[in-house]
Structure formats: structure tokens, C-alpha cells
């Protein structure tokens, strides 16, 4: 874990490392931004998880769908899923996503033409804290087996797996309006 004087804090995964939800990353109105940069095989990492915190009432996952980079969130029953229209050709793929405290999300992949944008069921951050931990290269967690059935563990080591928790935002520059000049 690194972290900075403005509020900002890294971490570091490896596939197969699990925390409880008392060790996880602090995402509680927070946005945060994930990369990810691993070899990938489509014959074994097509459907695969990459990183996941959550369950599927309140959390998120970074994740392949049949080839297709895809960022899901979830929140009391409300979900929203990114997925890139484009496969991932196989090799070395970085994956980077961001969860924006606007609501915000986006999703970017190597090889894919552009960037996938949509809007998480909330704006702030995540209201309150999930109550299961994070895990990395697992299957499901906060993907419903009905909605993902061919989800599983991602099958092979991570060159990098960084998550970062960026600073929050007081609540002066959210309350900051432009005054207009006489």
C-alpha cells in the first residue's frame, strides 16, 4: 500500500489475494481507479474475474464477459454494467477503469478503439461500505450466477493489479458555486 498527503492510496493485489471487508479498501464516497495489466489467453481467461469487492446488493467488478472487458456495479438492486463492444485479442492486455464520485464510469482496454462510458446507480461514491471483502482473480463475488454464468477465477498471475482510492471531496468544493461578475 502507498499512499499520499492529499488523501490518495494505492494498493497492490495479487491473483488469489482476499481481504475481509474490515481490510478492504475504503470506498465509502470515494472514487477510485483500478488497473490491471496481465497476459491473457481467451481459451482460459475469457470469462473471468479480475477484481471485485462486494457482493451483488453493493459492490463492483472487474471483469471479462466472452472475451469483452466489462466493469459492473452494483446497488441495492440497482445495477450498471460497462462493456466493451470489442474482444481482447490475446497477450498483453492492460484493463483501466475508473468509478468517478459524479457517477461516472469508464473502461479502457488495450487493442479496443475506444473508451466505454456510462454511469454508476449512484453519484458520491459508494453510499456505505460492502459487507464482504475484496478479492482478486475469484469468480462471481458481486456477479449474480444468473446474469454471468460462465464467470470464473482468472487463470494466471498479474503483472500489475493496482487499485487506488483517490481523494475524497470535501464539502466546500462540492457546495463551490460560480458567482457572477458585475
Request: proline share 8%; with cysteine.
Given at each position: 500500500?502507498?499512499?499520499?498527503?492529499?488523501?490518495?492510496?494505492s494498493?497492490?493485489f495479487?491473483s488469489?489475494?482476499?481481504?475481509?471487508?474490515?481490510?478492504?479498501?475504503?470506498?465509502?464516497?470515494?472514487a477510485?481507479?483500478i488497473?490491471?495489466?496481465?497476459?491473457?489467453?481467451p481459451?482460459?481467461?475469457?470469462?473471468?474475474?479480475?477484481?471485485?469487492?462486494?457482493?451483488?446488493?453493493?459492490?463492483?467488478?472487474?471483469?471479462l464477459?466472452?472475451?469483452?472487458?466489462?466493469?459492473?456495479?452494483?446497488?441495492?438492486g440497482?445495477?450498471?454494467?460497462?462493456?466493451?463492444?470489442e474482444?481482447?485479442?490475446?497477450g498483453?492486455?492492460r484493463?483501466?477503469?475508473?468509478?468517478?464520485?459524479?457517477?461516472?464510469?469508464?473502461?479502457?482496454?488495450?487493442?479496443l478503439?475506444?473508451?466505454?462510458?456510462?454511469?454508476?446507480?449512484?453519484?458520491?461514491?459508494?453510499?456505505?461500505?460492502?459487507?464482504?471483502?475484496?478479492?482478486?482473480?475469484?469468480?462471481?463475488?458481486?456477479?449474480?450466477?444468473?446474469?454471468f454464468?460462465?464467470?470464473?477465477?482468472?487463470?494466471g498471475?498479474?503483472r500489475?493489479?493496482?487499485?487506488?482510492?483517490?481523494?475524497?471531496?470535501?464539502?466546500?468544493?462540492?457546495?463551490?458555486?460560480?458567482v457572477?461578475?458585475?
Open positions: 500500500m502507498d499512499s499520499s498527503p492529499d488523501g490518495m492510496v494498493y497492490f495479487q488469489g489475494d482476499r481481504l475481509g471487508a474490515d481490510a478492504s479498501p475504503d470506498i465509502l464516497e470515494r477510485f481507479d488497473e490491471v495489466i496481465f497476459d491473457y489467453n481459451a482460459t481467461n475469457g470469462d473471468s474475474t479480475l477484481l471485485s469487492q462486494g457482493d451483488a446488493r453493493l459492490g463492483f467488478a472487474l471483469h464477459v466472452d472475451g469483452h472487458p466489462a466493469l459492473t456495479v452494483n446497488y441495492d440497482l445495477r450498471s454494467t460497462l462493456k466493451s463492444e474482444q481482447l485479442a490475446p498483453q492486455i484493463v483501466r477503469c475508473l468509478v468517478s464520485l459524479d457517477g461516472s464510469m469508464s473502461l479502457a482496454a488495450t487493442g478503439t475506444k473508451e466505454v462510458r456510462g454511469y454508476a446507480p449512484f453519484e458520491g461514491g459508494f453510499p456505505r461500505l460492502p459487507t464482504e471483502g475484496l478479492s482478486a482473480g475469484a469468480s462471481f463475488g458481486p456477479l449474480p450466477a444468473g446474469l454464468p460462465n464467470s470464473a477465477p482468472f487463470d498471475p498479474f500489475l493489479l493496482r487499485m487506488t482510492i483517490l481523494p475524497g471531496v470535501t464539502e466546500d468544493r462540492r457546495a463551490a458555486r460560480a457572477p461578475v458585475e
